[in-house]
């Protein structure tokens, strides 16, 4: 006979009439069961907290590296400030805001090569999507730094497609026309213009475009639409 019929207090009929007859017949394995979740919730939270605090910890050196950047032999100092971050703290959003600033400063520079192949492989590696425009789009301009006007003008068009405000879409849409430009592409150049001249008219970059756009067709564009 089984287990449940050679006790009575196991019977199908006692657990109907006593709830706390199921759990006393599997307290061992309930326990386990329960403390097992109770483990991974205290370790979940655990690893969340220190994200916190490692989050906490960069932010406040990134602020440290940009105000260091104001003093004496500034730029120096935070540049070395800023790769600290980037190693010690990777996985934060103050890591990859880092990144950003170093290549800024590097281009301040004249360090155009060393920040474009460090954005290079900043970008290969997977850019937060918050930071694909910016990332892109200093790529665009490391590029044109070192002579290379036809992929900076790519940099800059995933930089405008990644943007959120419409002023920062035009702008970089404007930066890859005149990179194509100089890379012999025209007809991507009025491309771009005339996208920020249709899409973006109501920035003040479509101004810009739209004297840009006249030059290069020689007057015959943009037609006025209003």
């Not at 990134?62 to 996985?91: C, T, V």
């Not at 992929?151 to 800059?156: D, F, R, V």
Request: net charge positive.
């Amino acid at each position: 006979m089984t287990a449940t019929m050679s006790n009575p207090l196991l019977t199908p009929a006692s657990f109907s009439t006593d709830p706390m007859a199921w759990f006393r017949a599997r307290q061992r394995q309930v326990l386990i069961v329960g403390a097992l979740v109770l483990g991974l919730g205290a370790v979940g939270g655990m690893l969340w907290w220190m994200q916190v605090r490692k989050e906490a910890y960069a932010a406040n050196a990134l602020e440290q590296a940009r105000n260091a950047a104001e003093g004496p032999n500034g730029l120096a100092q935070s540049a070395s400030m800023l790769q600290r971050i980037i190693d010690q703290y990777q996985g934060t959003d103050a890591s990859q805001e880092a990144v950003l600033t170093l290549a800024q400063v590097r281009m301040i520079n004249g360090q155009n090569q060393l920040a474009a192949v460090a954005l290079q492989e900043f970008v290969n590696r997977g850019v937060r999507p918050k930071y694909q425009a910016p990332a892109h789009g200093l790529l665009g301009g490391a590029l044109e730094g070192v002579g290379k006007p036809a992929e900076a003008a790519e940099n800059y068009m995933v930089a405008s497609q990644a943007a959120d405000l419409g002023v920062m879409k035009a702008q970089y849409l404007v930066n890859a026309a005149r990179a194509y430009e100089i890379a012999g592409n025209r007809e991507k150049a009025l491309g771009a213009l005339r996208t920020v001249v249709k899409d973006y008219g109501k920035t003040p970059l479509a101004v810009e475009a739209t004297v840009r756009l006249a030059e290069l067709t020689k007057g015959a564009e943009p037609v006025a639409t209003h």
